[in-house]
């Protein structure tokens, strides 16, 4: 039973626009959220995170919305460049153990 | 600073061989993971330290072991490998226990044929 699910394996966004990476998850326990970012070959780095008292969270170019209500988090980049084209993790904690539960990813394709 | 590292980053074992995959970070983190990731799958925990001498169980811990001698080191050992057992290996410390950022090693890619 996957508690974080990152729905979309996949998505291409021309270069400049927004890309929009989507979350959600099935445990009311989460109450803190993070998104990983991954380049083949290396180990995912930490890129913003949020708690669950907020709904907003923004880092430059990268903001992170929380609805608690629908139990759904994204990650926007603004404007997107090929430098972010990686593989994205949702993560969240606060369930059994306060270990982290990983989302599958998504792989971001940014376009020149 | 090296952060995490992992070795080896590649390795090939037959059926019911034994290998160790090793991580150490020099951080001075208390906390240290091991996770797989098998292919479009989060990553999921096998096991964790928090601290020397202090191990415990993740999600997916059967065929595996671990040790945590010291700070610095946190060992992955398998015993009679499996094919189940092919995937990519993260090694990751924190400073605080799994709440916040982890730092994740390059990875090891393992394959059992």
């Known amino acids: 039973d996957q508690q974080v699910k990152q729905n979309s394996p996949s998505l291409s966004v021309q270069e400049g626009r927004i890309s929009i990476l989507n979350c959600d998850y099935t445990n009311s326990m989460f109450d803190y959220f993070l998104w990983y970012k991954k380049y083949p070959a290396e180990g995912p780095t930490f890129l913003i995170s949020?708690?669950?008292?907020?709904d907003k969270n923004e880092d430059g170019r990268f903001t992170v919305f929380l609805n608690k209500s629908a139990k759904h988090l994204s990650l926007h980049i603004v404007p997107s460049q090929p430098g972010d084209s990686a593989v994205y993790f949702c993560?969240?904690?606060?369930?059994?153990?306060?270990?982290?539960?990983f989302g599958g990813g998504t792989r971001l394709m940014v376009k020149p | 600073n090296a952060g995490v590292t992992q070795t080896p980053k590649f390795r090939i074992l037959k059926i019911g061989q034994s290998m160790t995959l090793q991580c150490t970070q020099d951080m001075n983190h208390n906390y240290m993971y091991w996770y797989r990731q098998d292919p479009g799958m989060g990553l999921k925990l096998i096991y964790y330290?928090?601290?020397?001498?202090?191990?415990d169980k993740g999600e997916v811990p059967n065929g595996y072991n671990v040790s945590r001698s010291t700070t610095e080191d946190f060992p992955l050992r398998l015993e009679l490998a499996a094919p189940s057992q092919t995937s990519v290996y993260f090694c990751?410390?924190?400073?605080?226990?799994?709440?916040?950022?982890?730092?994740f090693g390059p990875g090891t890619r393992l394959t059992v044929t």
């Open positions: 993560a969240a904690n606060g369930g059994a153990g306060n270990m982290l539960t």
């Open positions: 330290s928090v601290g020397a001498g202090i191990t």
């Open positions: 949020i708690s669950s008292i907020k």
């Open positions: 990751a410390s924190s400073p605080r226990l799994a709440a916040y950022e982890q730092y």
